[in-house]
Nanobody, 119 residues
Framework: QVQLVESGGGLVQAGGSLRLSCAAS????????MGWFRQAPGKAREIVAR????????YYADSVKGRFTMSRDGAKNTVYLQMNSLKPEDTAIYYC????????????WGQGTQVTVSS
């Protein structure tokens, strides 16, 4: 069983930065991919970024490209989302997710962390 715990959310002014962390626990953690998603009030959940655990260039949603950076630390079973130049429209609950090798899509989710960007 994989458990994902996000941290690092908070309140920040527009133009500011936050770094989210997602730590995975479990006996052996070697997913196919990890992703960051977000859900704003009244809106559907959307993908923000994803990265293959084996490496490679991360994928970013157009809305965050050039401002957000996703990275991983295999030794710590942790992924990060560095968010710069934050905008009020980035306000949402951010979720970390794992796509295990037995899954065809992201199927393990964290509890989410709130990010609020004030104008």
């Amino acid at each position: 069983q994989v458990q994902l715990v996000e941290s690092g959310g908070g309140l920040v002014q527009a133009g500011g930065s936050l770094r989210l962390s997602c730590a995975a626990s479990g006996r052996t953690f070697s997913p196919y991919a990890m992703g960051w998603f977000r859900q704003a009030p009244g809106k559907a959940r959307e993908i923000v970024a994803r990265i293959r655990w084996s490496g490679g260039t991360p994928y970013y949603a157009d809305s965050v490209k050039g401002r957000f950076t996703m990275s991983r630390d295999g030794a710590k079973n942790t992924v990060y989302l560095q968010m710069n130049s934050l905008k009020p429209e980035d306000t949402a609950i951010y979720y970390c997710a794992a796509q295990l090798v037995t899954m065809t899509d992201f199927g393990s989710w964290g509890q989410g962390t709130q990010v609020t960007v004030s104008s």
